[in-house]
């Protein structure tokens, strides 16, 4: 009964370091969606994906790239890391409109 | 443009008590509502999801009422337990995008 799931749960990097975060969902939802929260700041949308093959920005698309790479998983990408992007990272998938959004766990990242 | 408001942001209650957190939003428009309960430093968790042709909707000691008029929701949890202590957020879907919306959140304690 896995869900969603991400990976890593934990990463420290140096500024300018690159890294990718990975979603994979097991329940074969058409949209998913990378946020990130910040105190005080709530949850913001950075990229979603309504069906395999597409990708928008959302609300706070500066520094990251996704890659829808099958109706399964969606990958973000930090190309260079920067303080700024500290925060917890949310993956989340859904099937129609009317149905629930299910999260994964988070991954904690630190820019050092 | 929608907007998703909690109040409290903080409530504090002896064991047993019964409570509700407040949920409201700005454009009755909305094809469901969403309740999640987040413990600290972990990911969010579906509570209870109420679609906008619903009134109630329950599961075990939690009720969640949602009135679209009006543009209220309200989560109702009984015979509160220290357990319940997390921050509850409410959350409705862009009918655009699908991303969800979400409130500040209500932290709550419930003390032994």
């Known amino acids: 009964n896995a869900g969603v799931t991400q990976t890593p749960k934990f990463q420290v990097l140096k500024t300018g370091q690159s890294m990718t975060l990975q979603c994979a969902q097991d329940m074969n939802h058409n949209s998913m969606y990378w946020y990130r929260q910040d105190p005080g700041m709530g949850l913001r949308l950075i990229y979603y994906?309504?069906?395999?093959?597409?990708?928008d920005k959302g609300e706070v698309p500066n520094g990251y790239n996704v890659s829808r790479l099958n109706k399964r998983e969606f990958s973000l990408r930090l190309e260079s890391a920067a303080p700024s992007q500290t925060s917890v990272y949310f993956c989340a998938s859904r099937g129609q409109l009317n149905q629930p959004q299910h999260f994964g766990d988070g991954t904690r990242l630190s820019i050092l | 443009k929608q907007e998703v408001t909690q109040i409290p942001a903080a409530l504090s209650v002896p064991e047993g008590e019964n409570l509700v957190l407040n949920c409201s939003f700005t454009d009755s428009a909305i094809y469901n509502l969403q309740w999640f309960r987040q413990d600290p430093g972990k990911g969010l968790t579906s509570l209870l999801l109420?679609?906008?042709?619903?009134r109630e909707q329950t599961s075990g000691r939690l009720n969640a009422s949602l009135d679209k008029s009006s543009g209220r929701s309200t989560l109702y949890i009984a015979a509160s337990q220290p357990g319940d202590s997390a921050t509850y957020l409410c959350?409705?879907?862009?009918?655009?995008?699908?991303?969800?919306?979400f409130g500040q959140g209500t932290t709550l304690q419930v003390k032994p």
């Open positions: 109420i679609q906008s042709s619903q």
């Open positions: 994906s309504a069906s395999e093959g597409t990708t």
């Open positions: 959350a409705v879907p862009s009918s655009n995008t699908g991303k969800l919306i």
